[in-house]
């Protein structure tokens, strides 16, 4: 059994920077992990995904080259850092374990999650 908590979300200005963190509590070290985040009224969307040994990285087009996703199997963590944040990125982000090696896009796919953290950036 995989438990997974986030960290890290909070309130920042348009074009500030945030770093979350998911610490999870069993070994991932396996598994693909992704970052998925859900705003009020939409549904939950795919952000970045990252292979079990790091070695290939997927993102959305609405955040590629603002956001990146990093994994440290030694401590069992995932790291997304955000830069160049926008309105439209507030939203409280799920952290997401999928037992394949590689990460998918569709939330279904996914059978362990964090409980999310709220992310808000003011304009």
């Known amino acids: 059994q995989v438990q997974l908590g986030e960290s890290g979300g909070g309130l920042v200005q348009a074009g500030g920077s945030l770093r979350l963190s998911c610490a999870a509590s069993?070994?991932?070290?396996?598994?693909?992990m992704a970052w998925f985040r859900q705003a009020p009224g939409k549904e939950r969307e795919f952000v970045a995904g990252i292979t079990w040994n790091g070695g290939s990285t997927a993102y959305a087009d609405s955040v590629k080259g603002r956001f990146t996703i990093s994994r440290d199997n030694a401590k069992n963590t995932v790291h997304l850092q955000m830069r160049s944040l926008k309105p439209e990125d507030t939203a409280v982000y799920f952290c997401?374990?999928?037992?394949?090696?590689?990460?998918?896009?569709?939330?279904?796919?996914?059978?362990?999650w964090g409980q999310g953290t709220q992310v808000t950036v003011s304009s």
């Open positions: 997401a374990a999928d037992v394949g090696p590689l990460p998918r896009s569709y939330s279904e796919a996914y059978i362990y």
């Open positions: 069993g070994r991932t070290s396996n598994y693909a």
